[in-house]
Structures are given as structure tokens and as C-alpha cells.
């Protein structure tokens, strides 16, 4: 997917928690966000690779683009390090991981998947897929879009 779909999705995330009760506040739209282009720093060409190229190159050479950075490994590790230091899990971080995930969910409709359960090789996709910068992918960015702003 590209950074705008992701973006969409990230905002269904926020839109999302926000229906359910997990986050009443507004300012988890940016950290959201931020979460939904995360998975992405390790494509050196992404809208975040490239703000932070230096770090991006780095764990492109390590893991590959769709490697660890598009699994689950990193927010169970983040939700499991809040947990540990400080007993529960703070809102700006249930953002950021919603936002991650979001972008996981949106790479899984993608014919290359994800690797959720990385270092295995396996990944992961829809029965249904939509190839990226197709007419497709944005048919199914604008239906979230739709589907948000009907139900707000």
C-alpha cells in the first residue's frame, strides 16, 4: 500500500478506538499516524525513510524491506515494555500500536502479505488482495473513508 492508504488506515484506527472507548482524546490522531508509516522505515523510499534515511538504509541492510518491521514483533514488545516498566500500557502507546497495526492490516491485502510471525519466513495475506497504486487499493482506502465519515 502506499503512504496515503496507510494514512487512511491510520485514521480508521483512531476512528476505530475512538468508537470502542480506547482512546477519547484527540491527540491520538498524530501518534496514530506515525504509527500507521512506522512499519515502513525499513524502505528507504517511504514517506518516513526518507526523513530519516540514515536509519532507514540501516535496517533495510538488516532485515529487508517486509521483514521485521511488518510483523507483530515490535507492539508486542512495546505493549510487554510498558507493561513490565510501568504496570500498564499509556494511551499514546495503544495509539502508536493501532496505528502499526493498521498498517500490518493494510500490507496483509497486498499480493506480497506479511511476515506477522517474523524471523519465520511465512507470511501472511488476504483471500481478497489489491495490488499497490492500483485503482484498486484506492477503491478500498475511499470505502474506509466513506465508511468513517458515515458512521462518525
Known sequence: MQARSHLIFGIG??????????????????????????????HPKSMLGRRVAPLSLAISGLFGHRGMTHSLILPVLAIVGCIYGWGHVPPWM??????????????????????????????????????????AEWCVAAALAFVMWRWW
Do not use: E, K, Q
Open 94 to 135: 495503544l495509539a502508536l500500536c493501532a496505528g502499526y497495526l493498521s498498517h500490518l492490516l493494510a500490507d496483509w491485502l497486498t499480493p506480497s502479505g506479511v511476515p506477522l510471525c517474523w524471523p519465520l519466513r511465512t507470511r501472511f495475506r488476504s483471500p481478497l488482495f489489491v495490488s499497490t497504486g492500483s485503482a
Open 13 to 42: 484506527a483512531t476512528w476505530l478506538m475512538h468508537r470502542t472507548g480506547w482512546a477519547a482524546s484527540v491527540h491520538a490522531w498524530p501518534l496514530t499516524l506515525v504509527g500507521a508509516l512506522l512499519p515502513d522505515i525499513d
